[in-house]
């Protein structure tokens, strides 16, 4: 059973700095694209940033060198570092798995953590 289990999140105040984990267990961890995605409330889920299985990195033009992902393949994990925080950060923060097998996508989710920017 694959298991994606988020934590890290909380609240901040305007320029602060947390950092996300992301544990998966039931895949073999180093073959698959990790991610970040938020949902704001009453927007749609949005990505935030990528890494590959082999370290490449893509991020959303808003946390442009804001935020870093990373991962830890030795500890199954993913993070999302994320530093000058805005209140426009706010959102359920979201860990996804993705692999390609063939032409089929298998993605899995995490239940999300909460991120709230306030002062």
């Known amino acids: 059973q694959v298991q994606l289990v988020e934590s890290g999140g909380g609240l901040v105040q305007p320029g602060g700095s947390l950092r996300l984990s992301c544990a998966a267990s039931?895949?073999?961890?180093?073959?698959?694209?990790m991610g970040w995605h938020r949902q704001a409330p009453g927007k749609q889920r949005e990505l935030v940033a990528t890494i590959t299985h082999g370290g490449s990195t893509n991020y959303a033009d808003s946390v442009k060198g804001r935020f870093t992902i990373s991962r830890d393949n030795a500890k199954n994990t993913v993070y999302l570092q994320m530093n000058s925080l805005k209140p426009e950060d706010t959102a359920v923060y979201y860990c996804n798995a993705s692999r390609m097998v063939l032409t089929t996508r298998y993605t899995y989710w995490g239940q999300g953590t909460q991120v709230t920017v306030s002062s």
């Open positions: 039931g895949i073999i961890f180093s073959i698959y694209d």
